[in-house]
């Protein structure tokens, strides 16, 4: 018999409405599955999607107030999917209440957030999931399992990026992703996260960086109220000044010996949605990029004349992508991988194993995310330390 777990989501903005879509998608994609999510409530300040939330999406009610939600009796998980700074209290009365808790990354939007999160789930010993969603792809999935293999050989470099153009536009509104106190750092937090957890997921433990940051837009049109996020303002607005960082690039060194680069942006013109990864070793190299995410690039070392890189296919011969659509070369797509990520994680929650990556690992971003910021400062390499207490 399968196992009912009580939902509710915190926000139900692109990524809240993605997880709630993939609830309702999971009784489909995986019949073998041993729990059945069921919708319970979503909490959201507007009133036009708390109507979404009960009419399109099925949730058994909505409210306006997230601390009503976490303590419903019915809830036995809680999504938060709400901006960063919200994260942490939300975490924090979830944890409280006892009950299991699925955050977007990345926790926060300052390091200490995210270890302040990862404290409160272990005092309360309530299972957590964090959405580096990227991990999930079945390519991905499978590139870990090469390189586990030793196929490569032994990996000597590393080079990761997360390059969007959804901050180019200088007339872009100054919403709160772009003020320190809202949203806490910007790309690191933001989109390298993502970069750094799938270098951490494939290669291992990154020991020291040195890095470097700029706010390439400085000022944008200040917001009005009922602005949309990614609105967009007029030449002659009055502007207001960002305060966190557009870009950031780093050098690392892994634990394994490896060297590493890794570059973010979210002003850059080109890249719309540039989340990738090279992995060179002795043997071989792999190449993905999300922009085409159902590929994956492999180059074996031989001496056949006509050696090159090799495009691989998704399909059903991989992790979880049968689930999606049979065959070979046929594609998903990204809330594919929020689909993936929440199976999972509810079917941990049913058979009381530990998830991963979890708050503990969100931790392990943090750390190397904390050294980078260092390094802005003392402009010098910095080494990665553990801020897991």
């Known amino acids: 018999m399968k196992k009912n777990i009580g939902v509710a989501v915190l926000g139900l903005g692109w990524m809240g409405q993605a997880h709630s879509r993939s609830m309702l998608r999971i009784p489909s994609l995986f019949p073998e599955r041993g729990v059945s999510p069921r919708l319970v409530v979503c909490a959201d300040t507007e009133e036009s999607r708390r109507t979404r ?110 390059l969007s153009m959804y901050g180019s536009d200088e007339l872009g509104l100054l919403t709160w992703r772009f003020f320190l106190e809202q949203a806490g750092y910007g790309v690191t937090s933001d989109i390298l996260s993502h970069a750094v957890s799938l270098a951490q997921y494939l290669v291992g433990s990154i020991t020291e960086v040195v890095g470097m940051r700029n706010t390439t837009i400085s000022h944008r049109p200040i917001a009005q109220p009922g602005a949309g996020h990614y609105g967009r303002g007029n030449p002659d607005d009055p502007k207001g000044e960002v305060e966190n960082e557009d870009f950031a690039s780093m050098l690392c060194t892994f634990a394994n010996g490896a060297t590493g680069t890794f570059e973010s942006s979210r002003t850059m013109v080109g890249p719309e949605s540039q989340n990738a990864f090279e992995v060179y070793g002795t043997k071989g190299a792999m190449a993905w990029n999300f922009e085409t995410m159902n590929e994956l690039r492999y180059y074996r070392l031989t001496d056949d004349p006509s050696s090159g890189y090799t495009t691989i296919y998704g399909g059903d011969r991989f992790p979880f992508h049968g689930a999606f659509v049979p065959g070979q070369a046929n594609s998903i797509g990204f809330e594919d991988l929020v689909a993936i990520e929440d199976h999972v994680f509810l079917e941990s929650l049913a058979g009381g194993e530990r998830f991963s990556p979890g708050f503990r690992e969100a931790v392990d971003v943090v750390s190397v995310q904390q050294a980078l910021i260092d390094s802005w400062t003392s402009r010098r390499w910095e080494p990665v330390v553990d801020l897991a207490p």
Request: proline share 5%; charged share 20%; aromatic share 10%.
């Open 53 to 162: 939330a009960v009419d399109d999406f099925g949730f058994q009610r909505a409210t306006d107030d997230w601390r009503e939600a976490i303590a419903s009796d019915d809830v036995d998980a809680v999504w938060v999917t709400a901006p960063n700074m919200l994260h942490l209290p939300m975490i924090e009365a979830a944890t409280a209440a006892g009950k299991a808790v699925f955050s977007e990354k990345p926790i926060g939007g300052k390091p200490e957030h995210a270890v302040q999160a990862y404290q409160l789930a272990q005092s309360a010993n309530v299972a957590t999931g964090v959405g580096y969603n990227y991990l999930w792809a079945p390519l991905v999935m499978h590139a870990k399992s090469v390189i586990e293999s030793g196929e490569l050989g032994e990996i000597t470099h590393y080079r990761g990026r997360f």
